[in-house]
């Protein structure tokens, strides 16, 4: 089935210690974005890519970074996490189409001890 | 700020029954909603959507009504079945951006479902 695929599933890293989310997708979409969603709160963008293109969002801090080095691909880097990025980070894709949907991957819940 | 409210965190409906979901927005500039549904351990998976030049869209029991003026929004399940169990976020965002823009959600609202 095609689909949206995020790994780990459960990250747990210290603070200050630099720690990689990934999400594939076998869907062959042009964007790829990624949300964060803190406890209880509604699920926040970060960034997407639109093919090579990133967009970041303008209250992104800058602690945060993504990389996306094909289509089917894209990372999330968290440089030095603090105790307030614990959070599910949920990625997601469309076609990039007007109207379209976006699908979303089961997300990876981040621990920062 | 927040631009997508909504406002009850929780909802308990008998089975059968009607569930009306509600959620207003406060950025007119949005001219697309939508209605997810998350079960634990999973992602957010679409269910139903709406232009802003419509009032109202149907897909089989689940019905969206929207009333641009009143920057609300609402979603009904009638009836209601112990699958529509479930968190379901409203979210919004802009046709005219092209189509890529991400999408700005609400908080969500936990739906349970009593036999």
């Known amino acids: 089935d095609a689909m949206v695929i995020q790994n780990p599933r459960y990250q747990v890293t210290q603070f200050g210690k630099p720690v990689t989310l990934s999400c594939s997708q076998t869907?062959?979409?042009?964007?790829m974005y990624w949300y964060q969603q803190k406890s209880s709160q509604a699920p926040k963008l970060l960034f997407h890519?639109?093919?090579?293109?990133?967009?970041n969002e303008a209250d992104t801090p800058d602690n945060f970074q993504s990389r996306r080095p094909n289509t089917s691909f894209c990372f999330l880097d968290i440089r030095s996490p603090g105790l307030g990025d614990a959070a599910m980070y949920l990625c997601?894709?469309?076609?990039?189409?007007?109207?379209?949907?976006?699908?979303f991957g089961p997300g990876t819940r981040l621990t920062v001890l | 700020d927040q631009q997508v409210k909504q406002n009850s965190p929780s909802l308990s409906v008998q089975e059968g029954r009607i569930s009306i979901l509600n959620c207003d927005y406060t950025?007119?500039?949005?001219?697309?909603f939508l209605w997810y549904k998350k079960y634990p351990a999973e992602g957010p998976t679409f269910l139903i959507s709406i232009s802003s030049i419509k009032d109202k869209n149907e897909d089989g029991r689940f019905t969206v009504f929207l009333n641009k003026s009143a920057k609300h929004l609402s979603l009904h399940i009638v009836p209601s079945q112990p699958g529509d169990s479930a968190v379901y976020f409203c979210a919004a965002t802009y046709l005219s951006g092209g189509g890529a823009d991400g999408l700005t959600f609400g908080k969500g609202t936990h739906l349970i479902i009593q036999p």
């Open positions: 890519y639109y093919d090579k293109d990133f967009n």
């Open positions: 950025n007119s500039m949005f001219d697309y």
């Open positions: 869907l062959n979409h042009n964007v």
């Open positions: 997601a894709t469309s076609r990039g189409l007007p109207s379209d949907t976006q699908y």
